[in-house]
Antibody, heavy 120, light 110 residues
Framework: QVQLQESGPGLVKPAETLSLTCSVS?????????WGWIRQPPGKGLEWIGH???????YYNPSLLSRVTISVDTSKNQISLRLSSVTAADTAVYYC?????????????WGRGTLVTVSS | QSVLTQPPSVSAAPGQKVTISCSGS????????VSWYQQLPGTAPKLLIY???QRPSGIPDRLSGSKSGTSATLGITGLQTGDEADYYC???????????FGSGTKVTVL
């Protein structure tokens, strides 16, 4: 059974860097799937942040491209997200998810999500 | 404003059917597979439909997906109170190089 679990600080100060980790169990991150992050501001819809393959091939939301980095740690079977220069607009529940490779377009397994609040 | 347009809400009585539309363009729905996700209150999204009309293991056949041109539709028959949730469509946009989600539709069981 594939399981994903996000972890990281629940409170980040404005202008600082948000860092989250997603631990994957029941499946190796080096297998044939991408790994991604999606966020959801309180009371709003879903926003794709980006996804990557363990070999380094990555895709990012153009609106976040200058601030975001996703990485895969194969030794720990984890995925990480870094978002720099955060503002209140980055307050959201952050989800990690497994994504099928092209031509498929689905995120089939999701973590429970972690709320990150940007506030001083 | 979402690239994929969904109605804000739909409702029906228990046992009835609802359909949720997802309208896009030639660069997203028209060019790529569509997925559908259910988000129950306070929980993470769950994949309901992939590749336009395929159900993952464990998803009942009273849920169905279809696609025609630049629009996709999710159907739920035999509506149950447990179906009350937000539903999102999603796909890749080949022009924006972005994964896009629909604006979301809230299903209410009357």
């Amino acid at each position: 059974q594939v399981q994903l679990q996000e972890s990281g600080p629940g409170l980040v100060k404005p202008a600082e860097t948000l860092s989250l980790t997603c631990s994957v169990s029941g499946y190796s991150v080096t297998n044939t799937y991408y790994w991604g992050w999606i966020r959801q501001p309180p009371g709003k819809g879903l926003e794709w942040i980006g996804h990557m393959f363990h070999t380094g091939s990555s895709y990012y939301n153009p609106s976040l491209l200058s601030r975001v980095t996703i990485s895969v740690d194969t030794s720990k079977n984890q995925i990480s997200l870094r978002l720099s220069s955060v503002t209140a607009a980055d307050t959201a529940v952050y989800y990690c998810a497994r994504r099928a490779g092209a031509p498929h377009q689905d995120f089939d397994y999701w973590g429970r999500g972690t709320l990150v609040t940007v506030s001083s | 404003q979402s690239v994929l347009t969904q109605p804000p809400s739909v409702s029906a009585a228990p046992g009835q059917k609802v359909t949720i539309s997802c309208s896009g363009s030639s660069s997203n729905i028209g060019d790529n597979f569509v997925s559908w996700y259910q988000q129950l209150p306070g929980t993470a999204p769950k994949l309901l439909i992939y590749d336009n009309n395929q159900r993952p293991s464990g998803i009942p056949d009273r849920l169905s997906g279809s696609k025609s041109g630049t629009s996709a539709t999710l159907g739920i028959t035999g509506l149950q109170t447990g179906d009350e949730a937000d539903y999102y469509c999603g796909t890749w946009d080949s022009s924006l190089n972005t994964y896009v989600f629909g604006s979301g539709t809230k299903v209410t069981v009357l």
